[in-house]
């Protein structure tokens, strides 16, 4: 299960200390301008050592596409890419390798292979991401021909949190802080927040809200491929990742029917609706509203401080984590949660045309 989507298709490889991060698309639409300058932005609003608040780790995250693109444009060809690692610190983790570190894969990547890559993770670590950004800004790219646009932003760290209606915020203010908040008052809390957890050697969580305009009615299937359940399962996919929900989510269950139902009217000869509780889809199906939602992530499980674990006999001991890590994971997990919600909607999008008698391509 190296492999996400059914026609616009990603397979990755590597891992968090292995030669490279890398990966296969399949199902790219030909004939897509292809801009290597916006993909690398993408990679880099991912990469460790953006601020104080991150990891330490330095990689220039550089991607090579080897394939799949001719004069500037997509082939419809697959197209492999590879990221060098070229900063790891394989050492720091000499002290984890009879040691399975609490609330990490460690253990149950043992009991299911019968063997682990204790250095960072290995297949497990949230560095694979980079696969799912080169693919997400290609599908981004992808999306702009049809006027689809998605962006993410965190809502919330801890308990410090922003109103739960994205329409309140100028998300294009979301990259003037380190935190990636649309909020800047709000922003400097979250930041000092991060900066006293850091300080103690510990983590912490938040929340990720996720905005996708532009997308076209119709898209999603009606039973087992809903558009919800796509998104779910890609949002579940990410590393630290333990909640979804979209639309009014669990916060709507305390309203009744006649607060919640979205009223259908006509704007100028098209067919809309007079509010969006539904969160722009219905029957699994999208209705051509914004489509929002919310993701949660834990605290990194990585501390800078002593926790009680067991060795790989069973027997009981201590273990102080070495190395550079993040002490809140959402700042760079932002631009994941954009790639894995474009990568969704390009692959329901190409899906929906292929079950549909029409001539418009992306």
């Known amino acids: 299960m ?27 639409p030909a004939g897509i301008p292809i801009d290597l300058e916006f993909i690398q932005q993408e990679l880099d609003r991912r990469k460790p050592g953006q601020s104080h608040i991150t990891t330490a780790r330095k990689e220039a995250d550089q991607v090579e596409l080897l394939s799949g693109v001719f004069e500037g444009k997509s082939t419809g060809c697959p197209i492999g890419f590879i990221v060098r690692n070229t900063n790891q610190h394989s050492n720091d983790y000499d002290n984890m ?17 019968g063997i682990r890559d204790h250095r960072g993770g290995g297949r497990s670590s949230a560095r694979i991401t980079i696969s799912r950004c080169v693919a997400g800004a290609l599908a981004k ?28 915020y100028d998300l294009s203010k979301t990259e003037e802080n380190i935190v990636r908040c649309p909020d800047s008052q709000k922003a400097e809390e979250m930041i000092r927040l991060i900066e006293e957890v850091k300080a103690e050697g510990d983590t912490i969580g938040g929340v990720i809200t996720c905005v996708i305009k532009g997308c076209p009615a119709g898209l999603g299937e ?46 100028s000869g098209r067919i809309t609706t007079t509010s969006n509780h539904s969160g722009g889809i219905q029957g699994g199906i ?18 800078l401080r002593e926790q009680t674990t067991v060795d790989t006999n069973g027997k009981e001991t201590t273990l102080t984590a070495k190395g ?34 029409q001539e418009k391509r992306i």
């Open 141 to 168: 790219l992808a999306l702009k021909e049809i006027g689809v646009s998605i962006t993410a932003y965190t809502s919330q760290v801890g308990p410090i949190a922003l109103d739960r209606d994205y329409r309140l």
């Open 222 to 267: 009606p039973e087992f491929g809903k558009l919800h359940a796509m998104l779910g399962a890609a949002m579940l996919s990410i590393n630290a990742v333990k909640g979804f929900e979209y639309g009014e989510g669990f916060n709507g269950v305390t309203a009744r029917g006649s607060e919640q139902n979205d009223s259908f009217c006509s704007v």
């Open 286 to 303: 999208s209705n051509g509203q914004d489509i929002y939602c919310r993701i949660a992530f834990k605290p990194v499980a990585t501390l």
């Open 2 to 28: 190296n492999t996400f989507g059914n026609i616009f298709r990603l397979t990755t490889f590597g891992e968090s200390h292995g030669e490279a991060i890398g990966g296969v698309i399949d199902g790219m």
């Open 324 to 357: 550079r890590h993040d002490p809140c994971v959402l700042p760079r997990a932002v631009p994941v949660v954009e790639a894995m919600a474009a990568m969704t909607i390009l692959d329901a999008y190409l899906s929906n045309n292929a079950v549909k008698m």
């Open 97 to 113: 390798r009879e040691l399975y570190r609490p609330s990490h894969a460690d253990y149950t990547y043992a009991c299911k292979y």
